[in-house]
């Protein structure tokens, strides 16, 4: 396996995310995070707040890049020399759609193969929308995001607080 790409909004990355990216970097030779562009209307963190906070959770992993991308994954895929999407399967809430998201990945490049990692157990019950949900009712949320998230979110909780 050469190259991979692991998709998502990452609004904020979660240790689930983190976990993910340790696994996968094992497999292959260089794992691209693609952020994707979306307005940041419907976004905590800003595109340029994402890839920071990914960039600087991964700074330890070598062959691992964060980059934004906009429209179709395939079509970043391929234009990084990517030739495997990397996704992560929460057994209760991902299944029907990843798969129904790699069949139609598929449809459009046949050469690009979607590959899902289990999410470890520990982290089958998190995503980036509960740690907002929870920390802004005051959950303390530190065991569920990396170390340097922890700020911003707190931070930008205060902010819309104080609106
Ligand atoms: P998207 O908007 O593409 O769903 P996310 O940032 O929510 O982006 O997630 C990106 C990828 O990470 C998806 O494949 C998602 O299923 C996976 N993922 C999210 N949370 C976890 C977790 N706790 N454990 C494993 N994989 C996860």
């Given at each position: 396996?050469?190259?991979?790409?692991?998709?998502?909004?990452?609004?904020?990355v979660?240790?689930?995310?983190l976990?993910?990216?340790?696994?996968?970097?094992?497999?292959?030779?260089?794992?691209?995070?693609?952020?994707?562009?979306?307005?940041?209307?419907?976004?905590?963190?800003?595109?340029?707040?994402?890839?920071?906070m990914f960039?600087e959770a991964v700074a330890?992993?070598?062959?691992?890049?964060?980059?934004?991308?906009?429209?179709?994954?395939?079509?970043?895929?391929?234009?990084?020399?990517?030739?495997?999407?990397?996704?992560?399967?929460?057994?209760?809430?991902?299944?029907?759609?990843?798969?129904?998201?790699?069949?139609?990945?598929?449809?459009?490049?046949?050469?690009?193969?979607?590959?899902?990692?289990?999410?470890?157990?520990?982290?089958?019950?998190?995503?980036?929308?509960?740690?907002?949900?929870?920390?802004?009712?005051?959950?303390?949320?530190?065991?569920?995001?990396p170390?340097n998230v922890?700020?911003?979110?707190?931070?930008?909780?205060?902010?819309?607080?104080?609106?």
């Amino acid at each position: 396996m050469a190259r991979a790409i692991y998709p998502g909004t990452f609004d904020p990355v979660t240790n689930g995310h983190l976990d993910i990216v340790e696994r996968a970097s094992h497999a292959v030779d260089h794992l691209t995070i693609g952020v994707v562009e979306i307005s940041s209307k419907r976004t905590m963190f800003n595109l340029d707040e994402r890839i920071e906070m990914f960039a600087e959770a991964v700074a330890n992993l070598s062959n691992v890049s964060v980059q934004s991308y906009s429209g179709l994954t395939v079509n970043a895929a391929r234009e990084i020399g990517a030739s495997v999407i990397v996704r992560g399967l929460r057994i209760t809430s991902d299944f029907e759609y990843e798969s129904e998201m790699a069949l139609m990945n598929r449809r459009m490049a046949g050469d690009v193969e979607t590959i899902c990692l289990f999410s470890a157990l520990e982290y089958q019950i998190l995503s980036s929308s509960r740690v907002k949900e929870v920390a802004a009712l005051g959950a303390d949320v530190s065991d569920l995001v990396p170390k340097n998230v922890l700020r911003p979110l707190v931070e930008r909780l205060e902010e819309r607080r104080e609106k």
